[in-house]
């Protein structure tokens, strides 16, 4: 081994980075440095001449995250490696089953459908069966589509375990969607997991192959990791065993999506022997910094020991900005911004939400003060309509029976197409088990679209054109080209002038994007560019080059670091979430939150917390008990509020940079009690002037929106509003 892939590391990190035979998981703390540890294990492995790089399989969850790892990966080997399989897990299933995909009933030029691909088809679904798109909405009936496949469970297993009607109605929709899907010779994102995992468990030639060709297999994140993901590497594992995962329970956060962090802490018992590495030096925060956040954490009960340590001793005390209202809150942190900025850039700052609705009162002021910004997790580029139209052309053109492509392209521009010829067009498609674009391009033999045959070949012979082309002609030049034959250009100038203009733009860089994966991928194909592309996510195009303020969610900052980090809303019901307060499982799961959020700052963390924020109408709000969880010692509180209801007591100190700007006075050494929010706790029995005496068996909620839920003797369960509720607590 090369010794300049152990410089500058840590004992535990050189442990790590040596250990390459068995199950090994890395527990690496925040900020612990585990991407170096990531890529300088890859290289050891391929310098020891254990694996050929076509032999060795990363795997992470951004494409950024998978790009950096393959530019230092080829850093350290000396330049790029050809055969490297560094890739996120819906990346590799796609690349696995384009390779397959005869053995799935599939050939290899399917599509891959994105979330808005996937809602339109469920929708036609819902309709096709006359089912009511109100009752059934489609957003929701494709979460528990994909809710099953992330368990692998399939459309036929859904149905046959289906119960009352309306399960047994999204059994249907699950059937019907799966059958189209396969029509369209299509597969959503869930089934690149799902049919990667039912391909190497179902053919035994195949699950050998692959088990036999990766001799090692690393991945990143595995505290995110969902169950299909989790059997995904169990069936790509050969005896061997050399399975390293790198992760951080205590930053696992993403639960409401399917993460399972039994996948990391159940490790050991997964794969018996494993040998455990904690990574506990920090080498981005302050110590006051890591003594708030480990505070908190370590009231979660679902996470392995370890103690995070920094030699950066000392650093800015935790500030706490308590206010009255959302408005007072910009006005605040904003002010702070102003300060800090003295001596640090904007793109060095970022505010921290648990919602994205929290950012308007933000924006509005930031506005007023001419400060510039960026809401980071808005519309991304592939998601805009000029972007999407384009796409959906160009990825008819590469599989012809997309239906979904079909309908968002064939009249658009307008054709004179109407809802009645297109629904004619889908029925006949069904009867002759055609796409609905074979049916389009001999629409001259059905009589009842024969009188649209003229519309219709033209578009069909813009289409047929390029198909001839699409494996000869260069995608950008395809790309430009098509452009020109649909006159996109002139019907978005037409539309708007301002709107159109910003159309075109995107247009153009969407051809700028093209062409570089063409310059980037000399054999690569316009199939696998809007896989690709397909695939992205907004952390993929995030670029922080520009002087400018960052808005964002906590979940979207999770990979990031910032010299200051100011969190907002720390209140209960909003972090916590109020549907956390009583399931002690996302509670922990808020706890991980606001854990991730505080260690994304390296010399600063400031907090606010408001007494009352609109939701519905104005609601009362309790400083949120993760405060309560950061030692006294490190925290510096700025009280600027008029109200005085659900506080704690701590001492307040006058502030050093507000006074200046305002007139409202800081408070100091001020006691303030908590309301008793315990007085409706389940199992207090009260009386109510209606139905009686009852138990309470849960509270959801606070203040004003403060909801119960009851047992009343000889009533039953009730859930009522505690303001409304004229409620005596009687024992």
Not at 73 to 89: E, I, K, R
Not at 390 to 397: C, E, P, V
Not at 461 to 469: G, L, N, P, S, T
Not at 721 to 726: I, Q, T
């Amino acid at each position: 081994m090369s010794n300049r892939l152990l410089q500058n590391l840590n004992d535990a990190q050189r442990e790590a980075v040596t250990t390459t035979e068995g199950p090994l998981l890395v527990i690496a703390g925040a900020g612990s440095g585990k991407t170096r540890v990531l890529t300088r294990r890859y290289a050891n492995i391929l310098l020891s001449r254990l694996a050929e790089p076509r032999e060795l399989l990363a795997v992470t969850f951004t494409n950024k995250a998978a790009g950096e790892m393959k530019e230092r990966v080829s850093s350290l080997m000396g330049g790029p490696l050809p055969g490297m399989m560094v890739s996120t897990f819906h990346s590799f299933c796609a690349r696995f089953l384009r390779a397959e995909a005869s053995s799935l009933g599939y050939d290899s030029s399917y599509s891959v459908f994105d979330s808005d691909d996937s809602k339109t088809l469920v929708k036609n679904c819902i309709k096709d069966l006359g089912l009511s798109t109100t009752q059934f909405v489609p957003r929701a009936q494709l979460r528990k589509i994909s809710s099953a496949k992330n368990k692998m469970i399939s459309a036929e297993a859904f149905a046959s375990s289906a119960s009352g009607y309306f399960e047994e109605a999204t059994a249907k929709i699950y059937t019907l969607y799966q059958a189209r899907l396969q029509d369209c010779n299509s597969m959503d994102f869930d089934d690149l997991l799902f049919n990667s995992v039912r391909l190497l468990k179902s053919d035994e030639e195949i699950g050998q192959r692959y088990r036999n060709r990766f001799r090692y297999i690393m991945v990143d994140e595995y505290q995110d990791t969902n169950h299909v993901q989790y059997l995904l590497l169990k069936n790509l594992i050969g005896d061997h065993h050399n399975l390293c995962v790198v992760g951080d329970e205590d930053q696992s956060i993403y639960g409401w999506r399917g993460a399972d962090i039994r996948n990391i802490l159940d490790f050991e018992k997964d794969y018996p022997g494993a040998k455990v590495i904690k990574l506990e030096e920090n080498y981005r925060s302050t110590d006051v910094i890591l003594k708030a956040a480990s505070a908190v954490i370590a009231n979660n009960m679902s996470r392995k020991d370890k103690t995070l340590r920094t030699s950066r001793t000392g650093g800015e005390k935790i500030r706490l900005i308590l206010i009255d209202s959302a408005e007072d809150e910009a006005v605040r942190v904003i002010d702070s911004i102003v300060e800090k900025r003295a001596s640090s850039p904007l793109n060095e700052m970022v505010i921290l939400y648990r919602t994205n609705a929290q950012s308007r009162a933000f924006e509005e002021h930031l506005r007023r003060r001419n400060l510039p910004y960026q809401i980071f997790g808005g519309i991304s580029f592939y998601q805009r309509k000029e972007i999407k139209d384009l796409m959906a052309y160009l990825k008819l053109i590469v599989n012809p029976k997309d239906d979904v492509s079909f309908l968002r392209t064939v009249n658009f521009p307008k054709r004179g197409l109407g809802e009645k010829t297109l629904s004619e067009i889908g029925n006949l498609a069904r009867i002759h088990s055609l796409s609905m674009y074979e049916v389009a391009l001999n629409s001259q033999l059905y009589p009842t679209i024969s009188n649209r045959a003229g519309r219709l070949k033209s578009f069909t012979d813009i289409i047929e054109k390029y198909i001839a082309q699409r494996d000869t002609l260069p995608s950008d030049l395809l790309t430009a080209d098509l452009i020109d034959d649909v006159k996109l250009l002139e019907e978005y100038q037409n539309e708007d002038e301002i709107t159109g203009q910003t159309r075109i733009e995107n247009i153009e860089a969407f051809i700028e994007g093209v062409a570089e994966y063409a310059r980037t991928n000399s054999d690569g194909t316009l199939a696998e560019y809007l896989a690709d592309i397909s695939l992205f996510t907004d952390l993929d195009t995030y670029e922080d080059s520009d002087d400018k303020l960052t808005l964002m969610t906590i979940h979207s900052a999770k990979g990031l670091e910032y010299d200051h980090v100011f969190i907002v809303g720390l209140e209960e019901g909003l972090l916590p979430m109020g549907r956390a307060v009583n399931d002690p499982m996302e509670l922990e799961e808020e706890r991980r939150l606001f854990y991730v959020g505080s260690t994304r700052a390296r010399k600063s963390l400031v907090l606010s917390s408001a007494t009352t924020r609109h939701r519905f109408g104005e609601v009362q709000s309790i400083p949120s008990r993760f405060i309560k969880e950061i030692p006294s010692d490190v925290i510096e509180r700025l009280d600027f509020r008029k109200r005085r209801h659900y506080e704690f007591t701590q001492q307040t100190k006058a502030p050093s940079f507000f006074d200046k700007r305002h007139s409202t006075p800081a408070v100091k050494d001020v006691h303030y009690e908590f309301e008793d929010d315990e007085i409706y706790r389940a199992g207090r029995i009260v009386q109510h002037p209606t139905f009686g005496r009852g138990k309470v068996m849960a509270t959801e909620g606070y203040g004003d929106s403060l909801t119960i839920q009851i047992n009343f003797s000889g009533v039953g369960v009730k859930k009522i509003m505690a303001r409304y509720a004229k409620l005596k607590v009687i024992g």
